[in-house]
């Protein structure tokens, strides 16, 4: 099975600030990743697929990138409703797999 | 709208079965497959497996082999998800998601999820 390593753990930020999460795959995956948001006791909710494309109504201020074993969302500005945990999944073989979750927490 | 909705918690003894239905509408329950996630307490989302509701074919995680059936009625656009030989590592919030795109496309992200049922494995 593919292995996803997300990073860091937790990560402390305040409102306004530029927020980067890492996900790595254990062996290569193209671009087939995406990323989710949840908050507790909800659902995952579909950020971006495809390692950068942006899902419909999902703000502009999420961004993914990368290819390969490597990629990053990124929160250009934060914002209060972000405060959340983030999870990366792989979808290329006909397997999923998600990482261990980032916690966005208030500075 | 796009809506999956769940059946309600349950608890179960160690050994026992429990099967977890998600009520889809608002789209053509038969055109994407249906994908099963559990999520157990503090921990990230794990993959059980799917169903394509248009023949009932179905794959699972390795992990779950032998121990997890899929099925749906499309009649009710419903779909199943049974779990055996449950002990208290099952206990988790079981969830439904939707593929994103149709059932003519390979893998995909999820784009609509259910509520979630919380299944508790205790004696």
């Known amino acids: 099975d593919i292995q996803m390593t997300q990073s860091p753990s937790t990560l402390s930020a305040s409102v306004g600030d530029r927020v980067t999460i890492t996900c790595r795959a254990s062996q290569s995956i193209n671009s087939w990743l995406a990323w989710y948001q949840q908050k507790p006791g909800k659902a995952p909710k579909l950020l971006i697929y495809?390692?950068?494309s942006l899902e419909s109504g999902v703000p502009s201020r999420f961004s993914g990138s990368g290819s390969g074993t490597e990629f990053t969302l990124t929160i250009s500005s934060l914002q209060p409703d972000d405060f959340a945990t983030y999870y990366c999944q792989q979808y290329n073989s006909n397997s999923w797999t998600f990482g261990q979750g980032t916690k966005v927490e208030i500075k | 709208q796009v809506q999956l909705v769940q059946s309600g918690a349950e608890v179960k003894k160690p050994g026992a079965s429990v099967k977890v239905s998600c009520k889809a509408s608002?789209?053509?329950?038969?055109?994407?497959?249906m994908h099963w996630v559990r999520q157990a307490p503090g921990q990230g989302p794990e993959w059980m497996g799917w169903?394509?509701?248009?023949?009932?074919?179905?794959k699972y995680a390795q992990r779950f082999q032998g121990r997890v059936t899929m099925t749906r009625d499309t009649s009710l656009s419903t779909a199943y998800m049974e779990l055996s030989r449950l002990t208290s590592d099952d206990t988790a919030v079981y969830y439904c998601a939707r593929a994103r795109l149709g059932i003519a496309a390979s893998g995909q992200p999820f784009d609509y999820w259910g509520q979630g049922t919380l299944v508790t494995v205790s004696s």
């Open positions: 608002g789209y053509t329950f038969t055109d994407y497959y």
């Open positions: 169903i394509n509701p248009n023949n009932g074919g179905a």
């Open positions: 495809k390692a950068s």
